[in-house]
């Protein structure tokens, strides 16, 4: 049973800084890309960063190009998202997502195990 758990959300103002990290237990990490996606209230849920299985390939939305960095560990089953310069456009609850392969991808149906998620508000 894999189980993604997220955790590092919270609430900053307008330019601060927030680390999610999302622990993944289950089936062998390194195997598999891993990606973080976002919901906002009365949104769909959006893409915003993936990464492959060995963290050489990354993708990230227009929108947080040069504010997000995905990372990921594998010899501690975990996946990074570094969240700088936040704007309260990204407000939203951010998921943990793991593929389905090791080949990083934007789509929701290329993701067959989610977090719960984790709140992050951004305030003006």
């Known amino acids: 049973q894999v189980q993604l758990v997220e955790s590092g959300g919270g609430s900053v103002q307008a330019g601060g800084s927030l680390r999610l990290s999302c622990a993944a237990s289950?089936?062998?990490?390194?195997?598999?890309?891993m990606a973080w996606f976002r919901q906002a209230p009365g949104k769909e849920r959006e893409f915003v960063a993936s990464?492959?299985?060995?963290?050489?390939?990354?993708y990230y939305i227009e929108s947080v190009k040069g504010r997000f960095t995905i990372s990921r560990d594998n010899a501690k089953n975990t996946v990074y998202l570094q969240m700088n310069n936040l704007k309260p456009e990204d407000t939203a609850v951010y998921y943990c997502a793991q593929a389905k392969t090791g080949w990083a991808r934007q789509g929701r149906f290329e993701y067959d195990y989610w977090g719960q998620g984790t709140q992050v508000t951004v305030s003006s």
């Open positions: 990464i492959s299985w060995s963290g050489g390939g990354t």
């Open positions: 289950g089936r062998t990490f390194s195997d598999y890309a």
